[in-house]
Structure formats: C-alpha cells, structure tokens
C-alpha cells in the first residue's frame, strides 16, 4: 500500500510542476517583449510630436489692405448718432461676433505667440498699397509729450508722409527701431516726412504708470521727436483687427501718405527685405507728393 502511494506521488508532483514553472515562464517573457516593443514606439511618437509643435511656421504675406472704411474725423459723435448706432443691429452683430472671439482668446495668447517668430504673424508687402485699394488709418486722439497738448493724428498726419509706429511694450520699441532707424538718417530733415511714435496704453495701470515716469521717458526720446510722440489712451478694441494689430505684446509700423490712407504696414522685428521697401515707399510718396499740383498739396483737412 505504502509502496503504491510512493509511486503515485511522485507523478503527481512531476505534473504539476513543469505547468507551474511553464506558465510563469511564458508570462514573464511575453510581458518583457511587450515592454521592449510597445516602449520604444512611444518614445518615437513622443520625439515626433514635440518637433512638430516647435518647428516654425512659414510666415504668410500680408493679404488684404490694412484700415478702416471711413474717413477719419476728429469730431465727437453726438448723442443721435451714437443711438442709431445702438439700433443698428448690423454694427451690433458685427460687435457681438467680436466680443464672442475675444472670450475664446486665452489671456496669454499673445504671449504664447512670441515663441513662433518671435510673434511677425504676416509679412509687410514688397510694393505700396493702391491708393484706390487702401484703407484709412483711424484717428487717435493722445497727450503730446513735449508740452502735454492734446493731438490727433488725423490732423498731425494729413498733407505729410508719415511713419507712424505704435508702441505698447519695451520690446515694441526695439521693432520701431528696426524700421526706421536708416529712414530717419535718409528723410529726418524733409520738410514733407515726419516719424510719429504713439505710446498706446490701454489698460489704466499702465498707462497711470507711464504719466509717473514722463520726465524718464522725455530724458530718452530725442528732443526733436518729443512733438511728434503722443501718449494715448484710446480703446483700440474695435478697429484692432482692422488695422491687423493682433498681438498686443509686438510693435506695428505703418506708413499713411498725405491723404491718411494706409500705404504699407509691418509687424515685429524688421526683416532686411522689409527695412528696404519701407524705405523704397517713402522715397517714392514723398517724389509724388512734391510732383503734385500745388491746390491739391495745400488743401485743407478732409475733416476737422
């Protein structure tokens, strides 16, 4: 009997144990070959994805004139006008799609965009803009910085070539720089050309922090551009697309002839291409407007 049970046993424990040692065997080597082929293909997806998200985009040409519609004025609308505005629901629509992009617009989109191209979303053109297709450029209403008289560039810009650069940060002021610095040196003593800079700060505690430092700023702009620098408040919020201003954190230059029509514009830091037509339309606005006729060059304001 005991002899029986010997024999028995030791079969049995044969049995079990080469499944045990199998089966444990088997998933351990299946779950290591998982991890060597799945593991290596996730780091490569991953390496992918981050050389996409980093690589720049090519910056795309401007494609359409930049300004508004209508003709610039320094009047104050009246109580009459700003009510048939309200009713206008064509205007209303058109502010409400507005207010409706602004709220999906992340605060630090701006930004963000400073990372790709250092935020240029759109190349200035290599030519002037027609003057049947150009836009005008909106009347901005400001504190000069040279005696703090109030100014607007609709009557400051009219019957001259102007540069106007919008300044809203300290690294704006670099892209000014980039665009007008050889234009100065060239077209500075033209009687017909003149340089406007607008220091454009829209939020309150900005703007009540650059009214503190006026003499620091005064002690940096040269004396013979102080008269043509203006410190403004203006909400720009409405003709901001309009005028392509898209990222409040860059610098925009615009170049408006004597009838205050938008001629060519650039944004951020200047390329070499870009420096050169600026000052290839400057020379060439300024040869029209000394060709022309004298009633025309000496006529009055469009609007007051």
């Known amino acids: 009997m005991l002899s029986a049970l010997r024999s028995v046993q030791p079969a049995r424990t044969l049995r079990r144990q080469p499944l045990r040692r199998h089966g444990a065997r088997s998933l351990s080597y299946s779950h290591v070959m998982w991890q060597e082929e799945a593991k290596p293909a996730t780091l490569d997806k991953t390496v992918k994805t981050e050389k996409t998200e980093d690589k720049p985009l090519p910056i795309p040409p401007l494609s359409r004139p930049l300004g508004v519609p209508e003709v ?3 009047r104050e609308k009246t109580l009459a006008e700003k009510g048939k505005e309200i009713l206008d629901r064509e205007k209303q629509m058109e502010k409400r799609r507005h207010l409706v992009k ?3 617009t992340g605060y630090f989109q701006d930004l963000h965009m400073t990372r790709f191209n250092g935020g240029k979303t759109w190349m200035a053109p290599s030519v002037l803009i027609r003057e049947d297709k150009a836009l005008y450029f909106p009347n901005i209403k400001g504190v000069r910085l040279d005696n703090g ?4 560039t609709t009557n400051l ?3 001259k ?3 106007i650069s919008m300044l809203t940060t300290k690294i704006s002021e670099y892209h000014a720089e980039s665009y007008t610095s050889r234009l100065n040196k060239m077209y500075g ?4 050309f003149q340089h406007v800079h607008i220091n454009l700060q829209e939020n309150i505690l900005k703007s009540l ?10 002690s940096k702009v040269p004396p013979e551009q102080q008269s043509n620098y203006l410190i403004s408040r203006q909400n720009m919020e409405y003709v901001r697309e309009q005028l392509g201003m898209v990222n409040s954190r860059i610098g925009y230059t615009y170049l408006v002839d004597d009838k205050l029509k938008v001629r060519w514009a650039a944004c951020a830091d200047a390329k070499p291409e870009e420096e050169e037509a600026l000052v290839r339309g400057v020379g060439v606005l300024l040869k029209r407007f000394k060709n022309r006729p004298a009633a025309k ?6 609007v007051i």
């Open 72 to 74: 610039p004025t320094t």
């Open 102 to 104: 602004e709220a999906s």
């Open 149 to 152: 008289a109030a100014q607007h």
């Open 157 to 159: 810009c009219h019957g």
């Open 161 to 163: 070539i102007s540069v």
């Open 189 to 192: 003593d033209h009687s017909s």
């Open 209 to 218: 922090l650059v009214n503190i430092f006026l003499t620091s700023l005064r």
């Open 297 to 302: 060059t000496e006529a009055s304001p469009p």
